[in-house]
């Protein structure tokens, strides 16, 4: 898998990128570095390491650049991760010429990450309609197995106009 990032707006997807494809072949093209992802992924160490319809997998480590004045890792962090894993999940769901926006989303932190530790987030569609697609996520440690926090999301679907 050749991770490619955008380091500019011109190396982002342009609107024929996003609109001849279904929002699953988008993200498959992303994963197999066809296209580059956004920038906010290597700025906050993370990417995506697995794409189905329906279900998106994102791997990250938190490092010390992501850490709080408690020294723990910032809860934006956990928030950027989940959103990005739903969000994509839903897109997944998307047909050509379809794009979302996130509307909502909640996390629920259930234990500090340990900066340095690698995880996943996991996100699954629950719903993929005409107008909103909702998911749940999940972070869990690579390694451990444990699970750091969970999240939900709404996202309006529209149109690309």
């Known amino acids: 898998m050749a991770r490619k990032t955008a380091k500019s707006l011109d190396e982002l997807p342009d609107w024929g990128d996003l609109t001849s494809r279904s929002g699953l072949e988008f993200m498959q093209d992303v994963l197999k570095g066809e296209l580059a992802g ?30 709080n004045p408690m020294r723990g890792v910032h809860g934006g962090w956990y928030g950027a991760i989940l959103d990005s894993c739903m969000a994509c999940a839903v897109m997944t769901k998307l ?8 509307l909502e989303y909640k996390i629920n932190i259930t234990r500090a990450i340990p900066p340095g530790t690698r995880v ?42």
């Open 38 to 67: 956004p920038p906010i992924g290597a700025t906050m160490g993370f990417w995506p390491t697995e794409v189905q319809d329906g279900r998106v997998v994102f791997e990250g480590t938190p490092e010390f650049n992501s850490t």
């Open 95 to 102: 047909p050509q010429g379809t794009i979302y926006t996130t």
């Open 120 to 161: 996943q987030a996991i996100g699954r569609v629950q719903h993929g309609g005409r107008s909103t697609g909702v998911a749940n996520g999940e972070i869990r440690g690579v390694e451990d197995e444990r699970l750091y926090a969970t999240g939900s999301t709404t996202c309006l679907i529209m149109k690309a106009q």
